[in-house]
């Protein structure tokens, strides 16, 4: 960091973006109106696993106000949605992939499934329409648990993956790991299930899709997290489109969470729509049809084994999951539950032997995902509740344990293939423990005795690889793009500057951090740059918000592009100043001739350059404008200790966080308002999946039993207590900021602490595990039937 | 949401009138129908906005009883002072109802005529021994709840008040669903002019009376007397939520928790 | 049959012939264009379509526009001072960064200011309960809490 960022970075400057947002002058997709528009409609499939014997769309194309009404069968050309991972099977085959179609062709596998597309004047009449279409399905039966799919004689979901099987995948030395547990001093086992959870971006998903004749060319407004990403899958993949004549603004989006990374089927079919029925087309997405048709996260089944020596050092770690795909592949759904799962199993540990065998299954339920932290989390939560429940059963201090078995030495090559390259993980836990008044817990916890209430304290020390990378490597394992990011730097003639991110933000505030970075870098106002993003017609390219990369890989794009700058700049200088090129120091928004007064401000240099009367004109391009892709040599390890305290009524079984403190390391921070805002609210995320939500589909019917917020629990206020942030700093190695990422952080520690804390407060009625949520009930039941043992 | 016709009534001779003539359905505050017709679960053709009928509007004590008007909304029962001074409970209960927003539209006629088997005015409404005031009559609490969403309510017949006995001493307890806020297991007890009284939403098909609790508490009016009942989930709501067991598990714990807090 | 109404939005008269099923949110959305009321779900609980109706916060996609007859609306469009001065509960929520993506923020303020009006001492426990018809998925809420507690001191000047 260079003196002249000083001023600004590390400062808790207030969010450029906030004053449109409280003004409600935003621009959401649904706030994007076009003339002559038209408004669509999908049919959804009411069955999880049905024939579609035949579609009679007759009186819907007859009802009024209808424009088209389009079924799988007039997709001719179009193929199905990609997935963008490609992962091989321990046997060297490479993972099923089964057409994911836009509309459904011959059979529809989940209830919400897409069935038809009816486009009408108004969304009444579409939905009318809609009505009237016939679709002659034969009922099959449905499997919507993994564990079940699996099983023979489930129903055959896909012929091309017999048996429900995506891949069987592992991970690890198996040898190794079974050589050690045959010589531990204990072994604690552990089943459990990362429940499904729904991600409920407060906005839902929406598209308006335009094409205009005259130009042959394509408008797509849509919620996405990386607009150039979904045009090249859209484009390239499914529709066959020229990529340049396809325009995708992702403008204000409200949350994603992984949510909004994917190709979805509505968007892609609108596009293809407009050209036919050459009008425009909206769609807004219900809240009840995102909750069928979002991609949900998580829902794996796992046994977990964990081989200890007598002084509790972890000998080895053994790992069976089973992880849901849903009925489709979306996405990015193969890489989850192995590339950024399986690899994270080390967690902060020294684990010398770790073997993951994970197995993807197909269900009739809605795709799964990425949703934040993913695969992140699920990897937490086996590691620290397994070393949660190590120390119970060998009764050494949940503390105590995890410092027994720290990494200390950097960087450090874990047994499950990544290379951590710095971290600092007492400092937290020890940060942790005090914000935590740990050392008074006892005496609180006899308090609340003396109320009738169970208190627990509970530990998650988490580690999590962020920022994807590099591409080569990522290729090949099977990445099917790449990890890279662009920015582009514009110096405008007045030397103030837009910069053009692929990094969307969607409540994350880039249009402030990054504004920081540059202006910091460049010793300028952060009034005088502006951040662009989210736009194909603008932003150069993109990868996008996903993985808490944003700043790491985005951020280190941009810092690329301004030292691009930076080096034009003194170029221009020296001309200016009448000094060599290599006496030219930059510092404060002033370049120098090194050891004199003689200085030209930045924008004045920048003035030069587009006013390029007195300048190097055989040497040098006019304009000053740069353009950076940044592809990172590794991930970037964020980690931290979070501890969680619950009070239980035994009676009710309500679970009240009294307490929630986190540690974190993120490496440099540029604006800690932000960060503390990201963790606060990663945190209410892991808390609501562990306390709250749930994902249920009846295992009859497959129809989705908690389809709105009357049974899908979301955390509100009253559910939540008042966080304690904290962090600590060890500067990643490998890029400019030293950067690690903070967005997913606070999801990936929040459930294990929390659940862990629950064991603690209930191992004194002999209550050892159970799985989340702590719904009140299953508390409750959990105590009574350790009652009753 | 369907097409439908809409009326404003100005008297409850127009909206009965309305209602008769078109089979329609009365929109009160519309918490629970305009969300029903939202998601095309409600297809009523006709609509009767009563909220321009001054009679139903109003709370007011008349004697030893304590009278709502039907288009009350709960946020004025909250902040009612006649309603705090006759029976605070009310006030806490209503207090409990959806979230503010909700209070500020919803009223005591639309939620008794609606009879979400969660709700928690009926447990107010039984629990009292309340009498519900209607365009035709006069009917008993315990005549009027008649099963899940159903009522003694005739065709364009409209509720008009609810006249609640004032108490020696009664209080509402709620568990709330976790998801929704709806009552997962709500119970009103009451130490009426009529004897002791306790309702309970939420648990089954229909707001019911736990007799079980009412003999225990006849006998001996104590959290702890309260707690003590078993109470039979044999006709109780199994879901997501809670199976049966830990509904009627909940009915003491709530039915205690509110003799607790009784005053 | 359509009807016809006659209401005032953000000070303003506004006399409309609707359709008898619009809502009031889109009312305001569609035929106003006051799109900073947002539509988060169909089921009344998220609480991003909160405006003031006649000074009470109430959720917007579950009334008819038609209920709305005489009524006094106020939208998130209509709290800044005419100058463009936030009004204090907005600049709070920036201050205390009680938004991220913005997108449940104009009923978070709404609600926060109708709160506010009937509670102005409020502690933090009862903060967190008034809020219980908004949902923000974002923020975890602290920064929220934080906000309301500071616009609530900034109103009170």
């Known amino acids: 960091m260079g003196a002249n960022e000083e001023g600004v970075i590390g400062k808790a400057v207030r969010r450029k973006e906030d004053a449109r947002f409280l003004t409600g002058t935003g621009q959401y997709t649904d706030d994007v109106n076009q003339p002559n528009q038209t408004q669509a409609f999908f049919l959804r499939s009411p069955h999880a696993h049905a024939k579609i014997r035949g579609i009679d769309t007759a009186k819907a194309k007859a009802s009024p106000g209808v424009v088209a009404v389009y079924t799988g069968a007039d997709l001719e050309g179009v193929n199905g949605l990609p997935c963008g991972w490609l992962i091989h099977s321990t046997d060297g085959t490479p993972m099923k992939e089964p057409p994911h179609p836009v509309l459904a062709k011959g059979k529809v596998r989940y209830v919400g499934d897409h069935v038809a597309l009816v486009i009408a004047e108004t969304l009444a009449q579409a939905k009318d329409a809609a009505e009237l279409i016939e679709v002659d399905y034969e009922v099959l039966p449905s499997v919507v648990n993994p564990i079940d799919a699996l099983k023979p004689g489930a129903p055959q979901i896909h012929d091309e993956a017999p048996g429900n099987k995506c891949y069987t995948w592992a991970l690890g030395d198996k040898a190794a790991v079974d050589a050690a547990f045959s010589k531990a001093a204990h072994v604690t086992r552990l089943d459990l299930v990362n429940n499904r959870l729904i991600p409920n971006a407060i906005e839902p998903r929406a598209a308006v899709a335009s094409y205009s004749r005259a130009d042959d060319a394509y408008t797509l407004y849509t919620t996405s997290q990386n607009p150039h990403v979904e045009r090249l899958l859209m484009t390239a993949f499914v529709l066959g489109l020229p990529e340049h004549k396809v325009r995708v603004i992702a403008p204000d989006v409200g949350g994603g969470f992984g949510s909004k990374i994917y190709l979805y089927a509505e968007e892609t079919a609108m596009v293809w729509a407009a050209k036919r029925v050459n009008r425009p087309i909206k769609w807004a997405c219900e809240r009840s049809e995102s909750f069928l048709s979002d991609a949900h996260g998580r829902d794996h089944v796992t046994r977990a084994e964990l081989a200890l020596d007598k002084d509790g050092k972890f000998l080895a770690l053994r790992v069976h999951t089973v992880a849901a795909m849903g009925a489709y592949l979306s996405t990015f759904a193969s890489c989850i539950p192995t590339i950024l799962y399986a690899t994270l199993l080390a967690g902060q540990y020294t684990t010398p032997a770790i073997y993951a065998e994970v197995t993807a299954a197909f269900t009739n339920t809605a795709p799964v995902d990425a949703y934040r932290g993913a695969g992140r989390p699920e990897a937490t939560y086996v590691v620290e509740r397994i070393v949660h429940q190590a120390a119970a059963e060998t009764g050494i201090a949940q503390d105590e344990l995890r410092r027994r078995n720290f990494i200390r030495t950097f960087p450090y090559q874990t047994p499950v293939a990544l290379l951590y390259d710095t971290g600092g993980y007492d400092a937290c836990l020890d940060e942790a423990n005090r914000m935590a008044d740990v050392k008074g817990f006892a005496a609180r916890k006899a308090e609340s005795a003396k109320h009738g209430k169970l208190r627990g304290l509970g530990y998650a020390s988490y580690i999590e690889a962020c920022g994807l990378a590099p591409s080569n490597i990522a290729g090949a394992l099977g990445a099917r793009a790449g990890l890279f990011e662009a920015g582009e730097v514009r110096v405008h003639p007045t030397g103030s500057v837009t910069v053009f991110t692929g990094s969307h933000s969607h409540g994350q505030g880039h249009e402030t951090t990054f504004a920081q970075v540059v202006a910091g870098r460049l010793g300028i106002p952060v009034e005088n740059v502006d951040v662009v993003h989210g736009d194909t017609g603008r932003v150069v390219f993109g990868m996008g918000t996903y993985g808490s990369r944003s700043l790491a890989v985005g951020g280190t794009a941009i810092v690329k592009a301004v030292d691009k700058v930076i080096d034009k700049g003194k170029k221009i200088a020296a001309h200016l100043l009448e000094a060599a090129e290599t006496d030219i120091e930059f510092r404060d928004g002033k370049f120098t001739v090194a050891g004199t007064d003689r200085s030209k401000a930045f924008g004045e240099v920048a003035l030069a350059a587009y006013v390029p009367h007195n300048y190097p004109l055989d040497r040098l391009e006019p304009g000053l404008n740069e353009t950076a892709f940044y592809d990172p040599t590794n991930f970037t390890f964020p980690a931290g200790t979070h501890v969680c305290e619950v009070e239980i009524d035994p009676d009710t079984g309500v679970v009240k966080v009294v307490q929630f403190c986190a540690c974190d390391d993120f490496g440099n921070i540029i604006n800690p308002m932000i960060v503390e805002g990201q963790v606060h609210g990663g945190v209410a995320q892991g808390l609501g999946q562990a306390m709250l939500e749930n994902c249920v589909y009846d295992p009859k019917s497959g129809q989705l039993l908690t389809g709105t917020y009357m049974d899908y629990a979301m955390p509100r206020a009253d559910d939540l207590p008042s966080f304690k942030v904290g962090t600590k700093v060890t500067p990643c190695t490998h890029n400019p900021l030293g950067a690690k990422g903070c967005g997913e952080a606070g999801a990936i520690g929040a459930p294990a602490a929390f659940m862990n804390a629950v064991m603690d407060a209930l191992a004194a009625v002999g209550v050892k595990h159970f799985d989340m949520p702590a719904t009140p009930h299953r508390v409750w039941a959990a105590i009574q039937s350790a009652k009753h043992a | ?263 | 049959m359509a009807v016809t109404l006659s209401l005032s939005v953000n000070g303003k008269p506004v006399h409309a012939t609707v359709d008898p099923r619009t809502l009031l949110v889109e009312l305001l959305r569609n035929h106003l264009g006051l799109t900073g009321t947002h539509v988060g779900c169909d089921t009344a609980q998220c609480g991003a379509c909160t405006v003031l109706v006649d000074d009470r916060a109430v959720k917007a996609c579950n009334v008819l526009a038609a209920q709305m007859e005489g009524a006094k609306v106020v939208t998130i469009e209509g709290i800044a001072a005419a100058d463009g001065t936030l009004h204090p509960m907005q600049a709070a929520f920036k201050e205390c960064h009680g938004l991220q993506c913005g997108f449940c923020t104009t009923g978070m303020v709404m609600s926060a200011i109708d709160l506010v009006n009937r509670h102005p001492k409020a502690s933090e426990a009862k903060i967190r309960e008034e809020l219980e018809g908004n949902l923000c998925r974002c923020t975890g809420y602290h920064n929220i809490v934080k906000a309301v507690q500071h616009g609530a001191a900034a109103m009170g000047k």
């Open chain 2, 1 to 263: 949401m369907y097409a439908f016709e809409l009326h404003h009534a100005k008297s409850v001779a127009d909206a009965s009138a309305a209602l008769s003539r078109t089979g329609g359905k009365a929109l009160a505050g519309g918490q629970s129908l305009v969300a029903a017709m939202k998601l095309r679960l409600a297809q009523p053709g006709h609509l009767v906005d009563l909220s321009g009928i001054p009679e139903l509007k109003g709370i007011r004590r008349e004697g030893d009883h304590l009278v709502i008007g039907a288009m009350t909304r709960h946020a004025d029962v909250v902040s009612s002072e006649a309603v705090k001074g006759a029976i605070p409970a009310l006030a806490a209960l209503a207090e409990g109802i959806g979230d503010r927003q909700v209070r500020n539209m919803g009223t005591i006629g639309g939620s008794i005529a609606n009879n979400d088997p969660a709700a928690d005015w009926p447990a107010a409404v039984l629990g009292l021994g309340a009498t519900v005031v209607t365009s035709k009559r006069k009917i008993a609490a315990d005549e009027f709840f008649k099963g899940m969403f159903e009522t003694a309510l005739a065709e364009g017949e409209i509720i008009t008040a609810v006249s609640f006995p004032v108490p020696k001493k009664a209080a509402y307890a709620k568990f709330p669903n976790p998801a929704s806020r709806f009552a997962l297991v709500g119970v009103f007890v009451a130490q009426t002019g009529a004897g002791t009284r306790v309702a309970v939403t939420g648990a089954a098909s229909s707001v019911f009376r736990s007799k079980a609790h009412e003999d225990a508490l006849a006998k001996d009016w104590s959290a702890a007397a309260a707690k003590a009942v078993r109470t039979p989930d044999a006709n109780l709501n199994s879901d997501l939520h809670g199976t049966a067991a830990y509904r009627a598990h909940l009915v003491s714990v709530m039915a205690s928790r509110a003799v607790g807090a009784t005053h």
